[in-house]
T-cell receptor, first 111, second 114 residues
Framework: DAKTTQPTSMDCAEGRAANLPCNHSTISGNEYVYWYRQIHSQGPQYIIHGLKNNETNEMASLIITEDRKSSTLILPHATLRDTAVYYCIVRASGSARQLTFGSGTQLTVLP | NAGVMQNPRHLVRRRGQEARLRCSPMKGHSHVYWYRQLPEEGLKFMVYLQKENIIDESGMPKERFSAEFPKEGPSILRIQQVVRGDSAAYFC????????????FGEGSRLTVL
């Protein structure tokens, strides 16, 4: 699975959009981009995933560049409860391999 | 709550004792994953199981650790002769199949070795 690079930490003001970037320049054609988050001491939580098209659900939006070498997770109106470590993971569809969590981005939403 | 259930949530053991952590996957899920998170560190994959089969145990320490997912009942992660370095949060996740990277995680079991 392709390796991902994320900033170590980011701050965001409450109520504003949080834009979390992820680089995956070695991504292959059959690899999806997944985003998870882990709120302190809790189990990781799936957020969203995509292949090439932008995706949106009730939690977030995922914007994938045309060359698929990077993506951005957008939390449209960040709240204090969105403070967490956000993980960007690349994995091939149908792969029996486990998800590999990197260091992620610590997002702190400030009041 | 139909989510992934892990128990115990907290477990204290003395060095040399055994620890057994249990995970009941979501209803309809036949794939279970175990991850370990050491204090102030990231999540590390340990083992991936389907019913009665270990599919990938590349992240399991070679000694003292074992896992099973029997035909009936929860998945069990067993740690024999625990040492202080085993103190960590152990997370279980489940999925309905391999054709998805959407895993559903439990709240974890926190093992403290005295």
């Amino acid at each position: 699975d392709a390796k991902t690079t994320q900033p170590t930490s980011m701050d965001c003001a409450e109520g504003r959009a949080a834009n979390l970037p992820c680089n995956h320049s070695t991504i292959s054609g059959n690899e999806y981009v997944y985003w998870y988050r882990q709120i302190h001491s809790q189990g990781p939580q799936y957020i969203i995933h995509g292949l090439k098209n932008n995706e949106t659900n009730e939690m977030a939006s995922l914007i994938i560049t045309e060359d698929r070498k990077s993506s951005t997770l957008i939390l449209p109106h960040a709240t204090l409860r969105d403070t967490a470590v956000y993980y960007c993971i690349v994995r091939a569809s149908g792969s029996a391999r486990q998800l590999t969590f990197g260091s992620g981005t610590q997002l702190t939403v400030l009041p | 709550n139909a989510g992934v259930m892990q128990n115990p949530r907290h477990l204290v053991r003395r060095r040399g004792q055994e620890a057994r952590l249990r995970c009941s996957p979501m209803k309809g899920h036949s794939h279970v994953y175990w991850y370990r998170q050491l204090p102030e560190e990231g999540l590390k994959f340990m083992v991936y199981l389907q019913k009665e089969n270990i599919i990938d145990e590349s992240g399991m320490p070679k000694e003292r650790f074992s896992a099973e997912f029997p035909k009936e009942g929860p998945s069990i992660l067993r740690i024999q002769q625990v040492v202080r370095g085993d103190s960590a949060a152990y997370f279980c996740a489940s999925s309905p199949g391999t054709n998805t990277g959407e895993l559903f995680f439990g709240e974890g079991s926190r093992l403290t070795v005295l």
